[in-house]
C-alpha cells in the first residue's frame, strides 16, 4: 500500500511543478487581485510532519507545500483486485511572515493556486488512480512560527485507486 500513497503524492507534485507551475498561478493571481506578489514556494516535499517539529529539526523554510496521503480505504469494489477503493491525499499550505497584516490574503493566493491546478488535473492518473475533482479546504488559525506568524491551508482530496 506504501506504493499508492508514494504514486499519488508524487503525482501531485508533478502537478504543482509542471509548467507553469504553482509560481506562475500564484504570481499572476496575486496581480489580478492586486496584492504584492508573494515570494515563490521554498519547499514541495512528500512529508507528514507537524509545524512544531519541521522547524525544530527541519529548518523550515516558507512558503512550503508539504504532500501526503493520509488515509487508504481498501473498500474492495472489483474482485480479485487486491485493492480498489480511495485514497485521501492532503496538501499542506504552509505560509509565513513578520507581520499579521495580509498573511491570510496570501496564504489564500497559494492555497487557490493549488485548487485550480487540480481542477485542471481531473481525470485518469495513471496507475489505476482516477481523480473525479473536488477537495476541501480548511484554514487553520494563525499561530506563532516561521518568521513569526504562521498559517496553514489544509487542501483535502479523494481519488478512486484500482489496482
Not at 1 to 27: C, E, H, R
Not at 70 to 98: C, I, Y
Not at 102 to 115: A, S
Not at 130 to 135: N, P, T
Amino acid at each position: 500500500m506504501t506504493s499508492i500513497s508514494n504514486t499519488l503524492t508524487g503525482k501531485v507534485i508533478q502537478i504543482l511543478t509542471v509548467a507553469p507551475g504553482i509560481d506562475a498561478g500564484v504570481s499572476s493571481l496575486a496581480q489580478a487581485t492586486g496584492i504584492a506578489p508573494p515570494p515563490q514556494v521554498k519547499i514541495i516535499t512528500t512529508q507528514y510532519t507537524s509545524v512544531e517539529l519541521a522547524e525544530k529539526s527541519l529548518h523550515a523554510k516558507y512558503p512550503a507545500i508539504l504532500i501526503y496521503c493520509d488515509k487508504l480505504s481498501n473498500q474492495l469494489r472489483e474482485k480479485f483486485r487486491p485493492f480498489s477503493g480511495k485514497a485521501h491525499v492532503t496538501v499542506d499550505v504552509r505560509f509565513s511572515q513578520d507581520r499579521l497584516e495580509g498573511i491570510g490574503d496570501r496564504l489564500q493566493l497559494y492555497t487557490e493556486t493549488v485548487c485550480q491546478l487540480l481542477d485542471k488535473a481531473r481525470g485518469d492518473w495513471g496507475n489505476g488512480a482516477f481523480y473525479a475533482g473536488g477537495y476541501e479546504v480548511v484554514f487553520e488559525p494563525v499561530r506563532q512560527g516561521g518568521h513569526n506568524f504562521l498559517q496553514t491551508g489544509r487542501i483535502g482530496l479523494e481519488v478512486e485507486v484500482s489496482k
